[in-house]
Structures are given as structure tokens and as C-alpha cells.
């Protein structure tokens, strides 16, 4: 997976390939900003396979994520059609022809296998919860009116939890289970260096190290990787060679983002760098 | 405690496959939930992973088996034990030895290149030489008889004839060279080795293996929660929602003003040929019941308090419309910080912090909690609210207000109060509880999550519901 720009762990890596062999849906959970929604979009990458998408949010039901009949086109079919028999139209206004794909469904009914990444499903209601659970043990939908649709190709499921609330047994139960933490220092120097190549190492070591420090704090956001990136970027932008205290005060705002963050961070972490050598250009 | 999952599976033929469930067994017996499905998956799992690597092997079960991270660290702790005790176990079982061969070259061993290469090993994370250099460091040391047969004493015995402390190194007297720091983690790694060996060398003396104990209740204690039984209250909290929010739903009859619903009236006039003939209107939905639970968080409470605080942070959890409030001389609305705060510790003490019930004497003013708590926030109590009060009644010989918490108990549906001390002390000293108590729809005494759960049973037993 390093291929396509991901780096993961040895737990991450293996789940990944348990879930493509078991074909078993991953719960990935972890802090906000350690890559689970990045690693969905990099398994899609590895495997080329296309990365369907859902979005969870309060309020999601089935006729944005499943299916829904697309009423108007089944109107003006009835229209078009007015000398048919009434049981011709009424065989056939109930046809995938007029079925509005949803996500969900638009995955299951692929002809190619595809990567469905349920994103933030905490964010969802326990009941739509409960309505994924034949998807994601049978990786099948039943429509009242056309009976089962069930999967041609197996897709690999990615869910995505930020913990902001307790997901239930039934779908635990379903799928394997993966915690990301933030990484080891040297595989987010890696990281980091993947993505900003032009980065020395001794300074992405510095930076990284910095960003460390600054996620042991008791901060109401601590930097995510995304934002290490963000960063490195901007001090190769800025031209620096090490991190002193002014740099460090001058792009701070990319990695905290938070007022009162931003004044703790500046006592902790700041004081403990050096001072500049010579005044920054 | 008797397992829900039934008796216990015979051990079967040994194998791997009966090791395994005996680690599942034993898992649930921590109580990790693990159902047939897990099991079935970890075998699934298991075929594709070569077992012959450990870390492969315990990934794979853990991404099975353990479905959060409290049951990630149980299932931690336990890998460990209980793989080293079923080794143990098949060696005594077949008599394997490792005989005289470990301690070979002991003898030669310098004791400071000994401690030079341990140190090397420790610096360097090395994983495998720091086993060997553990198994070495015993023999060496352990010749000499004076294993004092507790191993956590040799352990330490050990680490110290070795000069071996966390932390930067002192400088050597002779002024060479300056030894690397040492990292507290690492050498916690070496203890483990050293303590593992120890243990090893233990049972293959005694060819007995000491009986398993349940984790230490410290060893559990989850990082996140002060209280051992907050998963069970989280438990009582998830089926007391479930009733709330049956409750008192049939009794709603047809109203005014339904709205008309355009899309499924447009598809149900499909079958009258386009000629909207039956209107459809949209489906009442049931409300969610709203909860307003007030907290009292006072000194005469402070062992209930985190009880309270775990009960308000189960409920928040479960119930999209609950506002909460904290109280002591003073009410204050701590909503807000439940809904952007997950973690049980940082929660407690935001509230100490921020609550802003701070107050000059610290004695609960139930009096003045009512009227306050009317005039704030009376207009959004309606029939369909419920009230849960969590609270001693203890009044410190301040005015109840009686009448106040009527009119608080009139305007919402239902009324419940908590108290946190066993009956028999109701209404002695300052208590007013009888005051009070006539005007909820149900006064409990609550104080273990047993209390809780029943506290549910009753409410969804049919209490006679205010509206």
C-alpha cells in the first residue's frame, strides 16, 4: 500500500487483508485525523477498485443511502403508456429501470467490485444502524418490490467511527475490528516525508517530534497527521531550516486550531525551543 | 458467576482449536463478549494467517475477537497469560525440558559484559535479545541460590544488581564514556522477560503450574472510568431508553394538522392514474422523549456524585434530547459539556471546573435550585418532558420550596427522583424527602446500578403517566 501513498501498520495492514479475504466489513475507530477515512481511499487505490462513499449524518435514512423510486419517471411511464393494459404498466413501473441508486445500493449492484467506505457511522441514528446490518452480513438489500438484490461482486466495506458514541453488538459482531492510534514517531516521519519529499530529514525529525509533544498536551484537538503534513508544507514554503521559537509561533496556526490551544501550546511547547539564531526573513 | 453462554465447552482433544476456546472461555469469564460468531471469524481468520507468527496470529484474533478497546486491553492482557500458561502446561504434560543447555556459557559470562550487553539490548528495543540476555541474567544470578521464590522480588532484585534505572544514566566514576539514557518502557519490556522467565523456570522446578487467577481488579480498571461498573450502567441507561421511548405512544391520538406528504401521495395516485384520489399525509413519528436530569454534585453526595455523573454521561449517550444540569447552592446547564466531551475523567472535571456551581458555602440549596430551575427553563417543560432528579433532598435546614418543585412536577410529564441514600435515612436529619416525594411520579432509592435497573423495570412497568 505504500504504492499509493499510505503507510500502514502491521495491525492495519493485516486487518485489511483478513477483510479482503474473509470478506468482512472493518470498523475502524481511533482519534479523529489518523487516517481511517484515508485508508479506505487507499485500499480503493491498491486494489483498483472505485471507492463508493456514504457519508453518515444525523438523520440519514434509507432513501438517501439505499434506494428510492424515482416517482417521476414511473408517472410519466404510466402516461406514455395509456393504451397498455393497467397490468402491463403495473408489472413494470416497479423495475430497476426506476430505481434511483443510492450508495448502498449503488455498491451491491456494481458489476465491478467496489470499496464502500460508510463514513462516521456514530453520527448516524442506532435504527439506521440496524438497517445495515443484512447489508453487511449478506451483503444484500430487500426491496418490497423487487425482492432481494443481493451482491455479484464482494465488496470490501470500510466503517469509519469516531467513537462519539457506542456502536451497537449487532454490528460490531459483523465486522473485524481495527483501532488506529496515532503513529509511531518514525513511521509519521515516513509519513510525513511521503508526502513532502523535498523535507530534510533531520527537520521532518524535528517536526515530528514537535508535533508529538504538542499531541501530549491536554488539547481540545490535537494534530492530526493531516495537519503534520499541512505543516511540513508550510515550513518548506517558508524556507526554514530548523524549528525555533519564532517559526514555531509564525505556523502554529496549521496544527492548533483552537484559541485556548493556541495560548497553552505557546507556553508548553514553545518555550522549550530555541530562540532564533538570526531574525527569520 | 454463572457464564450466559452456558456450561463450559469440554476441552476436547488438545489442539490448537480447544487452546483457542479455552482463551474464549476465559475472555468471557473477564467479560469481553464473545459470542460463536467471533469464534467462528477468529477460525476464519486464522486460515489465512500464517500461525507461526506471533504477532499475525494475535492481530488477527484481537481484530476478531476484541470488538473496542476496553476489550483490546483485556484481550492484551490475557493473550499473554494465557498462551504462556498453555505452552507451560504442554511441557509439563509431555515432559519437555530445557535441561542443563540454557545455562550453558553462564559460567564464562563477565557479570559487566553482562550488563553492558543488557544495556545494549534495552537501548536498542531489541526484543529477542533482550529474552536471552533475561534468561542469561537469571542463571547467572540464580546459581547462586538465592532466588527467593517470589518472583516479583527477584525481578527487582535482579534489575538492581544489574544497575540497571529509567532515565539518564549516572556518569560512570571512571569517567568513560557516557551511557546512553535508558527508556522507562524498555525496561519495563526487560522486567516482563525477566518476570516470564522467572515464571518459566518456577514451573518447570515444581512441574506444577500456579493456579490462574481472575485479573486484579486494578489491572482492569479502565483508563477512561473511575468506576468499575460504568459499563453497567451504561447497560441499565440503554434499556431504560428503549422503555422511555415506547412509553406513552399509543395513547397519542389524531390530531390537527397533519401535513400532507406530496411524494408518496404523488406515487399512491399511480394507481389511480395519476389522479391524486387518496391523500397521504406524512406518518406521525413518535417524539423522542425529552429528558431534563438535574444532578446534585454537593459534598453531602460526593460519593454518589460520580455514580450520578456516570448514570448522566450513560444517558447522554443514549438519548439525543437530554439537557443536563449540575447543582449545589446554584443550578447550572452542563449539556454542553457531555455532547463535545467523551472521556468520563476529562468530563468530571470540566464540570468541577466550569460548572459555575461553585458557591460560597457548598451546602445544597434545593429551595433555591427549584426557583431557578423554573424561572429558566419552565417554558420548554411540557407534558412530554420527564424530569430526573438525582439527589439526597437534604436541604442543610434551607427552605424546600415545596410548592416550587409542584409546579415544576405540574408542567412536566413525569417526575423522578433519585436519591442516593437507602431508604431507612429518608427524612431523618435534614432530609425533606417526603416533602418532595409526593409530588414524583416515582421516588427511588438508587445507589448501585442494581437500583438503576430496577429503577427501569418500575418506570416501564406502567407507572400512571401524567399526560
Redesign the interface.
Known sequence: MAGVGYLAD??AA??S??AQ??G?PV?V?GPAGVGKTELAKALSRATGRELVRLQCYEGLDEAKALYE?N?RK??LR??AGGEDGWSDVHDD?FAKEFLLERPLMQAIASPEPVVLLIDEIDKTDQEFEAMLLELLSDFQITIPELGQVSATTMPIVILTSN????LT?AL????????LEYPELEREMEIVRLHAPELSEALARRMVEVVRMVRDLDLKKPPSIAESIDWARTLLLMGAEDIDRETFNQSMSIIVKHRTDIDLVAERVGVKLAEPVRPQG | MPSPYGPKAEAGPPGLAAKLLGFCEELRGEGV?V?T??IL?AF??LE??PWTSR??FR??L???I????ED?RLFELLFDRWFFRAAESEAIARGVEEGEQRHEGAERLDLDELQEQIRQAIVDGNDGEMRDLARLAISAFGRQGEGSGVVGVDVQRIRRTLGLSAGTQPQAEDGAAELPPIDRAQLNAFERHLRRELERDLIERTSTLPPSRPLAELDRALPTSPTQDLAAV?RAVSQMKRRLATLGNEQRGRRRGATVDV?RT??TS?ET??VPMHIRYRPKRPRRPEIYVLCDVSTSVTSASVFFLSVLHALH?SFRKLRSFVFIERISEVTDVFEHE?DFRAIAQRISSEGGVADVSGYTDYGRVWLEFLGTISDDLDPRSTVIVLGDARTNGREPHAEVFAQVSERAGRLFWLNPEPKLYWNYGDSVMAAYERYCDGAFECWTTRHLENFVNIVAGGVPVAD
Open positions: 502491521e495491525p493485516l486487518v487483508f483478513l479475504r474473509l468482512k470498523l475507530e423510486w416517482y414511473q408517472l404510466i402516461q413501473i467513537n462519539s458514541r457506542e453488538e460490531k459482531r459483523r465486522c473485524l475490528y481495527l483501532w | 463478549a459470542g460468531s467471533e471469524d476464519a481468520a489465512e494467517v504477532e499475525d492481530e488477527a484481537a481484530t476478531t476484541a470488538k473496542s478497546q483490546r451504561h411524494r404523488m406515487r399511480l392514474g395519476g449517550d467523551r
